[in-house]
């Protein structure tokens, strides 16, 4: 034998060697499936999480709540004291009431019925007997007005204290009636008012009453101005 074949000879393996590679590798793989087997099995045995848990769980006893009713304040009644001039007859005390309906936050509608004196002291210095029964006369009116809020706001008094108010336009229809006459009366005027609390409020008006009067046979219109000062209550 050569020194080339003993080499040949001795690089090649034998077959046991090869044999015992090739168990080796089969124990090797035979292992790894095992464990990874292993592993799936505790993986679908283990219990899956809860996520519907709260942390913290409520306790909170439901109850029925009522709601309270508050009372919306449309309606207003008034008492009011002042002054009526009349154009021909002087001026006198008034006084009277009024029953109003907010219809919005900027209209309401008023009907308002007043009592005053008419006097005709002055002619009685010229026409012997005057022209009135007596020197004085009651006078009534009632009327039906439409009134606009056109400037509601505050008042403020001091650094403190502040009260609601509004201003507002008002005007309609009524009648006027003394010493036996009867007329259609037109008014117009302003007003005002403070509220000192939700449900009352201080009010002043100033008004026009306008009526034609025929007086010792002369037919025309006249202007009758009045001013009062009253509060008003609401509900």
């Known amino acids: 034998m050569t020194a080339k074949s003993r080499s040949k000879t001795a690089a ?9 590679r090739m168990t080796a590798a089969t124990l090797a793989t035979a292992c790894l499936l095992a464990l990874l087997a292993h592993g799936s099995a505790r993986a679908a045995d283990a219990p899956a999480a809860d996520t519907s848990d709260q942390v913290i769980v409520p306790d909170v006893e439901r109850r029925d709540v009522h709601k309270p009713k508050y009372p919306s304040n449309d309606f207003e009644i008034g008492l009011f004291g002042g002054t009526y001039s009349s154009q021909n007859f002087g001026t006198a005390f008034a006084w009277g009431g009024r029953l109003g309906y907010d219809i919005t936050e900027d209209f309401f509608v008023e ?12 002619f ?26 056109f400037l509601p706001g505050e008042i403020f008094i001091g650094k403190n204290w502040a009260k ?5 336009a008002i ?4 009648s006027t009636s003394f010493d036996s006459q009867r007329m259609q009366t037109w008014n117009f005027g302003l007003g005002a008012k403070l509220f000192l609390a939700d449900w009352v409020a201080l009010r002043a008006d100033v008004r026009d009453h ?15 101005p009045e001013v009062t ?7």
């Open 210 to 224: 306008i009526y034609t009067l025929d007086l010792l046979g002369k037919r025309g219109s006249t202007q009758n």
């Open 124 to 149: 009685r210095q010229i026409l012997p007997g005057g022209i009135f029964t007596a020197e004085q006369e009651k006078l009534k009116y009632y009327d039906l007005s439409l009134g606009w809020n």
């Open 164 to 168: 609601a108010s509004t201003m507002y």
């Open 229 to 235: 000062l009253g509060f008003s209550f609401f509900y």
């Open 12 to 20: 090649r393996p034998s077959k046991l060697a090869v044999a015992a």
């Open 171 to 174: 005007g309609g229809i009524g």
């Open 111 to 122: 009907a308002t019925y007043g009592k005053s004196k008419v006097s005709d002291k002055e």
